[in-house]
Nanobody, 117 residues
Framework: QVQLVESGGGLVQPGGSLRLSCVASRSTGSVYGMGWYRQAPGKERELVAFISSGGVRRYVDPVKGRFTISRDGAKNTMYMQMNSLKPEDTAVYYC???????????WGKGTLVTVSS
């Protein structure tokens, strides 16, 4: 079973930046991609971004132009750079691995991002 470990969450002021990291216990291979979901307080979990095994990146509209997802295959690590953060970005962010953005096989435990002044 693949384990996913997130890091990089924390408290940041509106307009600030954070970079989330997710380390996988093994390679995604040539089939699975990795992504990020988030769940804000009192809201449903939602997809944020996904990067395929081939490096194709997808973002939901609320984060386009602000968030950037990337991967380092040699380190089995995925990153998400988050800029111009807004209070509505406050959520627990979950690292995922699966064959498609909305088809998740493995989940991380989550890391909390709080955007507040």
């Amino acid at each position: 079973q693949v384990q996913l470990v997130e890091s990089g969450g924390g408290l940041v002021q509106p307009g600030g930046s954070l970079r989330l990291s997710c380390v996988a216990s093994r390679s995604t291979g040539s089939v699975y991609g990795m992504g990020w979901y988030r769940q804000a307080p009192g809201k449903e979990r939602e997809l944020v971004a996904f990067i395929s095994s081939g490096g194709v990146r997808r973002y939901v509209d609320p984060v386009k132009g602000r968030f950037t997802i990337s991967r380092d295959g040699a380190k089995n690590t995925m990153y998400m750079q988050m800029n111009s953060l807004k209070p509505e970005d406050t959520a627990v962010y979950y690292c995922t691995m699966g064959p498609a953005a909305t088809t998740t096989v493995y989940w991380g435990k989550g890391t909390l991002v709080t955007v507040s002044s």
